[in-house]
């Protein structure tokens, strides 16, 4: 098995190579989504969540309403840390039954947004970083996502720089070009995970 780290900053197209690389047969363990998953309704992960901080965090169809969640848990650190202490175990241990269940040689990629942030590059056997220039991504997030110029700015600078994370870069995907580009070059670097697994089994 070969565990891959892969991130990008906001804007990147992370989730592009993702899906890509998934397409090709990797097992993607996405925190973002089994995060989304562990709090659905009628799971022990939302019944803690209203107990925590009452029925008031519930849309009327039963699910979470993340936005009146976020503006609780952000302007009170106690209030975060609650939270984190309910979901953070959830996926974690949902990560490893997912790696668990993955083929002996699998290339199992690890999608993780905060990856130079959290210092979490040793926890992998190769990270692979999806590098875009900063005015592209603006560009992207301005266009595609709607954001407002100032916001998008403000996301972009609350994340690792360029430099942090091609510093704990084991493989570059340049995505500054069409989905055609990006294509090849995931397929590039699909072959090169797979002869690395190849070499360890």
């Not at 959290?118 to 926890?123: C, K, S």
């Amino acid at each position: 098995m070969l565990k891959v780290g892969l991130t990008g900053g906001i804007g990147s197209g992370k989730s592009e190579v993702s899906r890509r690389l998934a397409a090709r047969g990797a097992v993607v363990i996405d925190a973002d989504k089994i995060a989304r998953e562990v709090v659905e309704p009628g799971t022990p992960g939302l019944a803690e969540i209203v107990e925590a901080f009452g029925e008031d965090v519930l849309r009327p169809d039963g699910t979470l309403d993340r936005e009146r969640l976020g503006a609780i848990v952000f302007a009170d650190a106690e209030k975060l840390r609650v939270l984190n202490g309910i979901v953070h175990p959830k996926v974690g241990e949902r990560s490893r039954q997912l790696q668990r269940e993955a083929p002996d040689d699998a290339v199992v990629v690890y999608d993780v947004p905060l990856l130079a942030e959290n210092d979490l590059a040793p926890l992998y056997d190769v990270v692979v970083v999806v590098d875009t220039p900063d005015e592209v991504r603006l560009d992207r997030l301005r266009r595609l996502r709607g954001m407002p110029e100032a916001d998008a700015r403000a996301r972009i600078a609350a994340q690792a720089s360029r430099e942090d994370r091609l510093r704990i870069a084991d493989i570059v995907i340049g995505n500054d070009g069409s989905l055609e580009e990006l294509d090849a070059r995931v397929e590039k670097v699909w072959q090169d995970l797979s002869g690395r697994v190849a070499r360890k089994g």
